[in-house]
């Protein structure tokens, strides 16, 4: 199943509106939620990535979909780079976003702003490192994505990935299914209140490329030395390319 063809209310909008619409929905509870469905899981695999980052001593970085910020606080704590910037097609995320950088006192180093992954409003080599993560998937056209990634990155620059995927081991999916296809929407509908956003993320998961896909895209895009580090099971991977 195409990733990009999979849409939160499959009806007439494009895809890109589709998810812009979703997260201003759920944004008041997407913390809470994205702590629920992964058990806090993905605060580790966030440290993880930021850590793979780090190895480049970026100064610069953009951290595509930034969601409600918690990556590109975590790169500014860790990394201290001279700059992060944030960049969303929610401004519902991005309001949540804003307030988590201003109660740590950080505005002056974490910029937010609303934009699209395909069509990003910065100049060819801006970044030293661009990040996104648990946003791919969301990408209406995943190779102009990436392409416009590597575009706005410098030589030498960094990409980092985390996208949730689904697990090898029979036994791990078939808790797996049970857990992302019955009780996550259930519960989802519950909290948000938005019931077609929780169905769209299992939806979602199956249908993006993984693994060694995913890393041909990349390659495709431009990016050499492109690896995958699969997490907890295999239900999060993290990809890793230069430019």
């Not at 610069?60 to 780079?81: C, E, M, Q, S, W």
């Not at 960049?87 to 307030?99: E, K």
């Not at 910029?111 to 946003?135: E, I, N």
Request: contains cysteine.
């Amino acid at each position: 199943m195409d990733v990009e063809k999979i849409t939160p209310y499959n009806n007439n909008e494009r895809k890109s509106q589709q998810v812009e619409v979703m997260f201003d929905s759920i944004a008041p509870a997407y913390d809470f939620m994205n702590r629920a469905m992964t058990l806090g899981i993905d605060r580790w695999w966030r440290r993880v990535a930021v850590k793979m980052v780090g190895k480049s001593h970026p100064r610069r970085i953009l951290d595509v979909a930034t969601g409600t910020g918690d990556f590109a606080i975590g790169l500014y704590n860790k990394i201290k780079p001279d700059a992060v910037m944030g960049i969303d097609l929610s401004q519902g995320m991005l309001d949540v976003a804003r307030r988590k950088v201003e109660k740590r006192g950080l505005q002056d180093f974490i910029s937010l702003q609303q934009g699209d992954c395909l069509a990003l409003p910065f100049k060819d080599g801006d970044f030293d490192a661009v990040t996104v993560a648990f946003g791919v998937r969301n990408f209406e056209h995943l190779q102009q994505g990436y392409e416009q990634m590597h575009r706005v990155l410098s030589s030498g620059g960094v990409l980092c990935v985390v996208e949730l995927s689904t697990p090898r081991n029979r036994v791990v999916r078939w808790f797996y299914d049970l857990y992302t296809l019955h009780i996550i929407p259930w519960f989802g509908a519950l909290k948000s209140h938005d019931k077609s956003a929780y169905r769209y993320l299992p939806q979602s998961i199956a249908a993006v490329p993984q693994g060694d896909d995913m890393l041909a895209i990349m390659r495709e895009a431009g990016f050499k030395n492109c690896k995958v580090k699969r997490m907890t099971f295999g239900t999060c991977s993290i990809y890793f390319g230069e430019k």
